[in-house]
């Protein structure tokens, strides 16, 4: 046998006892969970593949792998966008997929404990039961996990009023690269004992830690009216402007997107929505104040839409007319992704640079000769241009590239970050350390290192 | 010269050149600055004071402090509660209070740019000219500043709605124990490009870094209509009970104060504000919906005190009655120690373990026949038993150590963090060490031993 088919032996053999009948070393599980959904990210086939049931099983996983110098990977669901679940060389896999229990829901201190395995959506369906919602909401959350939004901090599209993943993780297990479990964090409202351990796992990308359970906080389900004012507008930066001025008259809606008209086109050719075709870009503000002062909020977004630019201005206060509206937005990247591979950026700029930076992002486009279309969370200046390359057209998958490079060295020029989440993973190397600079990246190597001396969890990926 | 007054010298000399004019080593200084407001918390007098004015100086600082195995003890105005600023062997006080400088207020995109000496108010009314908010506002609001708040993640009276100080902390400038100078964080709404240092460095004491300027996120100003609710209650458990409920029925108030009897006598005849005298504990509610949501907000929240035995329930909407009430809690701490030493506790429990917490406290007040007065954030389940021993009375005072150890000890039983809000500074190291458990306390160790190998940053304290 060669070295790599002994290797592979030696994994299928001692991981089994482990993990018994929930090993994979098939060329066809390796191939499937040897990447998550980047494109053009560098991937290598895991030795193997184990579908772990329980923080105790993730454990015993690790201290195998360590003892062995093997790496370990954690992955989610794999849906990831920046290759941070990418598997590398003499590497496991270890998928927190099954893990789907969701502990304890508790109403009073109005906290979740689960297992990270739990779908998004199906934690918060399983909390409103209980009168409860969990907030984040990354567009992926009907098929992105809990743990997976923990890892990488996912962010959404209520952050722009009601925060990001990190804000919501109170606590958590962790497995740590020696195979030691520790309890992180706290179920009370406020606590300072110690460092923000949890913080610091959060958004770590797997590389200091595996998540095997997560507290979540929640807020109260009801005390919310929900009404949708929707504007289109002649260009995007007409559509800019509209958003950094909602942010200067100090509104904070509970989302505002952007969608152009080629993902608003892609969509509604896949779905028959009923979307309009014929628009340049639309914005789309979500306001959930109760009451008056709610319907007060919302006429000051439509008069700012409309000096913005903006025509047809609309407000819909039906939930079933606001759900559709949403879902349009939620459908647009696997709406772009059937015309073919889309390399998606994530940057973040500060909101009064959206108008300038779409138009940066349409002057990319035009010098590269590729097709980029625009998703954004637009209320926190987080832009996803969506950069798509026909398939086989190796001259247009470079130029992509490039234009790729371009965006993300724009997006540093007026102030922005690489990320801004969707996470580092492989794809935003270069970014993060051009953002961070040498102090701040040695700062992180430091801390990687005296938790993690061996490189065992995920090395080379989130900084 | 003796070995000390050697080292005195030697410290004298080479700050001298460093900081011109702001190097204290008389006696009078070394003193004032040895130790912050915490009660019985060890201290050493330093070997000089620095009043620094720019980061810059602060590196300069370090790093002669540093290559000389000097230790540094930074200091924002010493207002902490727990001993974090106290002074130890062979160590040098940086005190941060002359960088007052507010350098950036940015509306559009509601974030400000500021030294770490600036007061908590101050900053918040500097804010408000631009129509801003910044939230946290911890008790010492009029008195401890905004860097001190960072490096001790200050919490405060808006927490149970608005969250602490790491909810607005989005950037900073931090001196390393290396004398490095690094920039951390964004000043955009979102951001996961690699660890979260920024939440690393809030609450960390001192002890990873010195924080020289700080980028805090800032909400609208407007938007708000604020109502106070009070109810008086016959015992601390019944108001306990009111807190629960409200936690239960899902409401999430802009504040949920509880001072008992001892507090509001105290305070009352300090400042003649008026107080009824003759009630066991008063809850204050403030609710800050606007319009008529927040009128039915308000009236739920009556109830339930009216349902838990309160009785005279009554409505604040005079912005001038409701300021009247909060300050007769801000000045809770200070009426107490005008009557002998205060050892504060700094509890967090889950909201529903309030009632049997205040329980037990009671309990431990009579057993050590101390006498304990309460106030707390009672919607965080944050609570502040105030143990006060009479001046002179060393048998009293050895009772007040016990019942302190007995209230960390009960709040553990019940699920709750051995600090809210104060940090563990030296006074909560036990219970710090005895919450995180051993394999926790080497994350912490490691992390430090990381970033400070020679343990030059205000060592001992924290974990």
């Given amino acids: 046998m060669g070295l790599m088919t002994t290797r592979l032996q030696e994994a299928a053999d001692g991981l089994a006892a482990l993990a ?38 993730v454990a015993a996983v690790v201290r195998w792998a360590a003892e062995r110098g093997v790496r370990v990977v954690p992955r989610g669901a794999g849906t990831g966008l920046s290759g941070g679940a990418n598997s590398i060389q003499n590497s496991i896999v270890v998928s927190l997929e099954l893990m789907q229990q969701v502990f ?30 969990y907030p984040p909401d990354p567009a ?6 809990i743990g997976g939004n923990a890892a990488t901090n996912a962010g959404g599209i209520c952050c722009v009023k009601y925060g990001v993943t990190r804000d919501y993780v109170l606590g958590m297990t962790v497995v740590l ?60 930066e007409a559509a800019g402007v509209a958003v950094a001025a909602i942010s200067r ?28 075709g014929n628009v340049d870009t639309l914005l789309l503000a979500k306001i959930d104040e ?35 509206l949403f879902l349009a937005r939620r459908l647009a990247y696997p709406a772009l992704e059937r015309l073919g591979p889309v390399l998606t950026e994530d940057i973040c ?33 987080n832009l996803h241009p969506l950069i798509i ?35 580092v993973g492989l794809l935003k190397l270069d970014g993060a350390r051009r953002e961070l600079g040498g102090a701040v990246i040695r700062m992180h190597r430091s801390i990687k290192d005296a938790l993690d001396p061996q490189g065992t969890l995920n090395p080379g990926k989130a900084f």
Same sequence: chains 1, 2.
């Fill in 389 to 423: 390359a026909p398939v086989g057209d190796e001259a247009a998958k470079a130029r992509a590239k490039v234009a790729f490079d371009r965006i993300v060295e724009d997006c540093l020029a007026l102030g922005g970050t690489v990320t801004g989440e969707h996470g």
């Fill in 104 to 133: 304890e829901v508790n109403v009073d201190e109005r906290y979740a404990r689960t297992q990270p395995g739990v779908i998004n959506n199906a934690l918060r369906d399983h909390v409103a039961a209980f009168g409860l919602w």
């Fill in 140 to 145: 992926s959350s009907a098929i992105s996990t």
């Fill in 290 to 324: 109760r009451g008056a002062a709610g319907d007060e909020l919302a006429d000051r977004v439509a008069a700012i839409f409309e000096t913005a630019g903006g025509t047809d201005v609309e407000r819909a206060t039906d939930p079933e007319e606001i759900s559709r």
């Fill in 177 to 236: 690269a020696s195979g030691e479990i520790v309890s992180l964090g706290r179920a009370t409202a406020k606590g300072v004992t110690g460092y923000d351990l949890t913080g610091l796992l959060v958004g770590s990308e797997g590389t200091l830690g595996i998540i095997t359970e997560v507290t979540v906080k929640l807020l109260p389900l009801a005390g919310r009216d929900e009404r949708a004012v929707i504007g289109y507008f002649p260009s995007l």
């Fill in 249 to 276: 008259a100090g509104i904070v809606p509970a989302a505002l997107e952007l969608i152009d008209q080629a993902c608003l086109r892609a969509v509604d050719d896949w779905q028959q929505l009923g979307l309009p």
């Fill in 349 to 381: 700029v500060p909101r009064s640079a959206v108008p300038e930076m779409l138009h940066r992002i349409q002057q990319t486009a035009a010098l590269q000769n590729v097709t980029i279309a625009n998703i954004a969370h637009a209320g926190d200046g």
């Fill in 20 to 57: 018994p009948g929930r090993v994979l070393t098939d060329d066809a599980a390796l191939a499937a969970y040897s990447h998550d959904e980047a494109e053009w990210a560098p991937f290598v086939p895991p030795l193997a593949v184990v579908l772990a049931r329980s923080t105790e099983e």
